[in-house]
């Protein structure tokens, strides 16, 4: 598995990260870290480049082996494995964790978050925090938030531009209450499936669309059964790095900050990644073909106001308080009350460099 990330990272700026093979000791902890994500993309750049950066930084004590591309299940089936402790590390989204914590569904809330900088604030918070505090009771230790992306919809039935062109569709969506809850509230029918279903489920019809971002659109190559897209940008989405609570506390003190200020370090440089890579993807699912709509800020609205009744709706599924506290965060931050944390999250990714032209290569 080491030769062949390597291989998958030629070219790409971690790669200077191999440049200079010191001998380490033989591993002590091995590792697996499992995703549904497609080889290449930046989430699995960023979980290759976690992977070397640990084990450098611990003088090859820990080995971490990368399994993308669902290799090791779906994203529930993964997130089973690292409570048994059979998958010791994963990234898994929203949708899936909150069959094991509801309370993470307040993060798939509709026009939560304003930009990317009011995701991390909240994410990087106390807010955040708070979620990843809770995985403890299930036997898991919450790391960090990676980045998935803004989420949207696509669909080979007509084109979307308005609230109105979803009704009677059916649109595929993460096992998840809440984007249940989105579609019925746009009047589709939702179809929740696994992601390494999504593709095929697609390419057969059984479904008529699906809401992801563009680099999963474009990675899975949904561009082929489906022409339309709407950058409505109705969520953003995370990946959650975590851990086996059993395998975390055996770790010596030392290799767990290693692994937390690893993570954090890449959390930063995959966002940027990521972000940068998004305009990419949509662009070249323009140059397959594909109808991409860009709503205006009206447009926006009218979306806002058609799934509004979601945020009342959520409360059976997450508890009021959790809904109050991510409506007070949306209007503080509104309000400009996150300004300084807003102009540090700017400063910080202006400095930090991303191989973007070298991950393109990955993808034709």
Avoid at 110 to 120: I, M, N, S, V, W
Avoid at 218 to 229: H, I, K, L, V
């Amino acid at each position: 598995m080491f030769s062949e990330t390597i291989k998958l990272l030629t070219g790409v700026a971690a790669i200077s990260l191999f440049a200079v093979a010191p001998a380490y000791a033989s591993a002590r902890y091995h590792l697996k870290l499992a995703h549904v994500i497609t080889a290449g993309t930046p989430i699995d750049v960023a979980a290759n480049r976690l992977a070397e950066l640990v084990r450098q930084r611990t003088n090859g004590e820990v080995e971490i082996k990368v399994f993308p591309a669902s290799q090791l299940g779906g994203e529930r089936a993964i997130i089973e494995g690292v409570q048994l402790g059979t998958i010791e590390m994963s990234f898994t989204t929203t949708g899936a964790i909150g069959g094991f914590a509801p309370e993470f569904h307040v993060l798939d809330l509709p026009f939560l978050f304003q930009g990317y900088e009011a995701a991390y604030t909240y994410l990087d918070g106390e807010h955040g925090g708070k979620l990843l505090n809770l995985l403890d009771r299930k036997g898991i230790h919450g790391v960090v938030y990676f980045e998935n992306g803004w989420r949207n919809f696509t669909t080979s039935k007509n084109p979307i531009k308005r609230p109105s062109d979803m009704r009677g569709q059916k649109i595929r969506v993460m096992e998840s209450p809440m984007y249940m809850g989105l579609i019925k509230t746009l009047n589709g029918t939702p179809m929740p499936m696994a992601y390494s279903e999504l593709p095929n489920a697609l390419r057969q019809k059984v479904i008529d669309g699906q809401e992801n971002p563009a680099v999963n659109v474009y990675s899975a190559r949904m561009y082929e059964s489906q022409p339309y897209m709407i950058k409505d940008q109705h969520t953003y989405n995370v990946f959650i790095f975590k851990v086996n609570g059993k395998v975390w506390k055996a770790l010596p003190a030392s290799i767990r900050k290693t692994i937390e200020t690893t993570a954090v370090e890449v959390r930063d440089f995959q966002r940027k990644l990521n972000r940068e890579a998004d305009a990419t993807f949509v662009k070249r699912l323009e140059d397959k073909g594909m109808k991409v709509y860009v709503p205006n800020k009206e447009e926006i609205k009218a979306w806002q106001t058609a799934t509004a009744p979601l945020w009342e709706d959520a409360k059976k599924i997450v508890t009021p308080a959790l809904i109050a506290e991510a409506a007070q965060f949306r209007a503080d931050w509104e309000a400009g009350k996150y300004k300084a944390e807003e102009l540090k999250y700017i400063e910080n990714f202006k400095r930090i460099p991303v191989p973007l032209d070298d991950v393109m290569k990955n993808f034709k």
